[in-house]
């Protein structure tokens, strides 16, 4: 008899419910901007978009390996939302450099992601995420088919390393705790994914274990 338990699945009340409630916690910090900002606003403005855009793309990340974890696939409905949020979060990251360094000059924010390459790679994880941002819809799977869809998310990993790549670049000696704890989690979420691939790309073939074998079929949206 299998005695393990079967993960709590919210209903769709449950699940708007849930989501709404993620949604207003994500953007709680946004509070944090209108208030006391220091002695230097545009510097705290632009840390704290930026520390929160990579909190948010951490937690994207999270989703699979809590939901192969718990069983509990439903977490996979609140990844979306994660990722909208996060893109979100780097576009006002992204505003507080364009007005406060350069005043919404367009050349002179140009030549400040050429000369200074850490400002590039954090405008390339940006214009990565643009186009996943823009797929963000069953309507976008649909049109692109599940597999295109997939392949083109997965360029979710390369942004979290441009991102933390662009963290510790930033950074100075005497400020790299925070850097380096943000890589290494990150980097501990792509190993986690990295197994969970080879481990799958090891198991044998379902059909070849004495005997046919049913065909089931899930609705599930694609993973990454």
């Known amino acids: 008899m299998n005695s393990a338990k079967t993960p709590w699945t919210p209903g769709p009340t449950q699940l708007l419910l849930i989501k709404l409630l993620l949604i207003a916690l994500c953007l709680l910090p946004l509070a944090r901007l209108f208030g006391d900002l220091g002695p230097n606003p545009p510097e705290f403005v632009s840390r704290h978009t930026g520390t929160w855009t990579f909190n948010l793309l951490l937690l994207?990340?999270?989703?699979?390996?809590?939901?192969?974890w718990t069983g509990a696939h439903w977490l996979l409905r609140l990844r979306r939302s994660l990722g909208l949020?996060?893109?979100a979060y780097a576009l006002l990251h992204f505003a507080s450099f364009a007005l406060f360094d350069?005043?919404?000059d367009t050349q002179a924010i140009a030549a400040d992601i050429v000369d200074r390459p850490f400002i590039a790679v954090g405008f390339a994880a940006l214009l990565l995420m643009l186009p996943l941002a823009l797929t963000s819809s069953n309507r976008a799977i649909a049109l692109l088919g599940g597999r295109r869809w997939q392949e083109l998310h997965r360029s979710i990993y390369l942004i979290g390393i441009l991102a933390a790549i662009h963290y510790l670049w930033l950074a100075k000696i005497t400020t790299y705790f925070y850097p380096l704890t943000y890589t290494l989690l990150l980097a501990l979420l792509l190993a986690w994914r990295v197994g969970a691939r080879l481990k799958k790309a090891s198991a044998p073939a379902p059909g070849f274990r004495g005997g046919a074998q049913p065909i089931k079929f899930f609705r599930e949206k694609p993973d990454r």
């Open 60 to 68: 994207t990340l999270s989703v699979s390996p809590l939901r192969a």
């Open 85 to 87: 949020l996060t893109f």
């Open 102 to 104: 350069h005043e919404l």
